[in-house]
């Protein structure tokens, strides 16, 4: 049977573990959300391949001095909840903002992404991003549409010829 120390240590390690493996971590404040609206947003998080978990904050504190990000201390206050993105550098923020605009008892502390600390707003400002595949469509377009004018001013000439022949 393992002592409550070692059970401590074990609980550091695996959050250090998983700030170090995340692309993005986001630190939420849950109080007032229900069990039915915590329940959807979990399922909403492991459905993305999110990890959101409650963790005790002296524990992640010393996670977090573990692993070097101290600047997270200063949200680790009240009831914390963490999300760890492993696979979308993305996904834990769009989850988490999209989420809290329809329920407003989750509140967004801040989060850490490629290693640097971000604020609440920061946060945001990236949830409010397209995704990959919209990033690469709007770029697309972009690189289609001098082209396209082309092709539209070449027949729009070809046309006004036609009609002065006839």
């Given at each position: 049977?393992?002592s ?8 550091v ?19 007032g ?5 915590v329940?959807?947003?979990r ?21 977090t ?8 201390d200063?949200m ?23 989420f ?5 008892a989750?509140?967004?502390k ?6 640097k ?26 690189l289609?549409a001098?082209?396209r004018?082309?092709?539209?001013a070449?027949k ?5 010829k ?5």
């Amino acid at each position: 049977m393992m002592s409550v120390r070692e059970e401590k240590s074990q609980v550091v390690s695996e959050i250090a573990e998983k700030l170090r493996a995340s692309k993005s971590t986001v630190l939420t404040d849950y109080r007032g959300l229900n069990v039915a609206q915590v329940t959807q947003l979990r399922k909403l998080c492991r459905e993305a391949g999110v990890d959101f978990k409650v963790y005790k904050n002296t524990l992640a504190r010393r996670a977090t001095a573990e692993v070097g990000l101290t600047e997270l201390d200063e949200m680790l206050t009240g009831p914390t909840a963490i999300a760890f993105s492993t696979e979308d550098e993305m996904a834990a923020a769009k989850i988490l903002s999209d989420f809290a605009k329809t329920n407003d008892a989750l509140e967004i502390k801040g989060g850490v992404m490629e290693g640097k600390a971000m604020t609440a707003d920061e946060v945001k400002a990236i949830a409010s991003l397209p995704n990959r595949e919209g990033l690469l469509s709007m770029l697309l377009s972009v690189l289609q549409a001098p082209m396209r004018n082309f092709a539209l001013a070449v027949k729009a000439v070809g046309d006004q010829k036609e009609g002065q022949e006839a």
